[in-house]
């Protein structure tokens, strides 16, 4: 049993669960390619929601209001993109590719996915974990830990193996079968990569949060400024999980600027 105890029930999950498949009924409704991302995001919530009812995570209540905090981000982003307002930069790209029609849905996916971990995870972290909770070297190790975990659940996004990627995306071509170990393999790094990433940049904005709401809007800035480069090379032609495995995969604010 985890510091927030084994649960039987998750109201703030269940009704984020709710309002995702409200909205997916809406996209699927339009044929509108956002609910690729979409579709693949709330079979993770549901699969986080499993897991946390099996006490698979250290502290069940916390996690629960972090993924709650994180898909909260998403959502927003996407309600501003159906208004006619302007989501975040990487958000902006992902949505204006889903708009341009030009892209398979396993790559709307990617965008979605990098603009999610890279732009909004560190937001999410820092929404739950206080000032306090970061001065408790214990405490932040189990979030870490936690945090850590989840790769678990996301490893199975993009999984060319998934029976159910292949009845929803059709037959992959005979690159993409040539080529699908070195996807899963870099889709693994990825996870593992842009995580590690997002922790040490959630410090970072941790920190400039203490010195005040001006230098933490800058680090904000800054890291939307990166996230949406990096989404944006998302949209070039290439097999670009293999390209960003040679560059990379996510973001980093420099801790001393």
Do not use: C
């Amino acid at each position: 049993m985890g510091d927030g105890g084994l649960m039987d029930e998750l109201p703030a999950l269940d009704a984020l669960v709710v309002r995702m498949e409200k909205q997916l009924v809406l996209l699927a409704e339009r044929g509108d390619p956002r609910r690729h991302f979409h579709d693949t995001y709330l079979r993770t919530t549901r699969a986080v929601r499993a897991e946390l009812l099996g006490g698979g995570f250290s502290d069940t209540a916390w996690v629960e209001r972090w993924d709650v905090a994180f898909a909260d981000l998403y959502l927003d982003a996407l309600d501003a993109d159906q208004r006619g307002g302007r989501p975040p930069g990487p958000w902006a790209v992902a949505f204006a590719a889903a708009d341009a029609a030009a892209l398979p849905p396993l790559r709307l996916i990617l965008l979605g996915m990098n603009a999610h971990i890279n732009y909004d995870l560190a937001q999410a972290l820092l929404a739950v974990i206080s000032d306090a909770e970061f001065d408790d070297a214990a405490l932040l190790e189990r979030r870490g830990a936690d945090h850590r975990h989840i790769d678990r659940v996301l490893a199975a996004l993009v999984d060319a193996k998934d029976p159910r990627s292949r009845a929803k995306f059709g037959a992959p071509s005979r690159l993409d079968r040539l080529l699908a170990p070195a996807n899963r393999a870099a889709t693994k790094r990825f996870l593992a990569e842009a995580r590690a990433k997002v922790w040490a940049n959630t410090h970072v904005l941790a920190r400039a949060r203490r010195e005040g709401q001006t230098g933490y809007a800058e680090r904000l800035a800054e890291l939307e400024r990166l996230a949406t480069a990096r989404v944006a090379d998302l949209t070039k032609p290439g097999q670009v999980l293999l390209e960003l495995a040679a560059r990379g995969f996510g973001v980093l604010l420099d801790p001393d600027p």
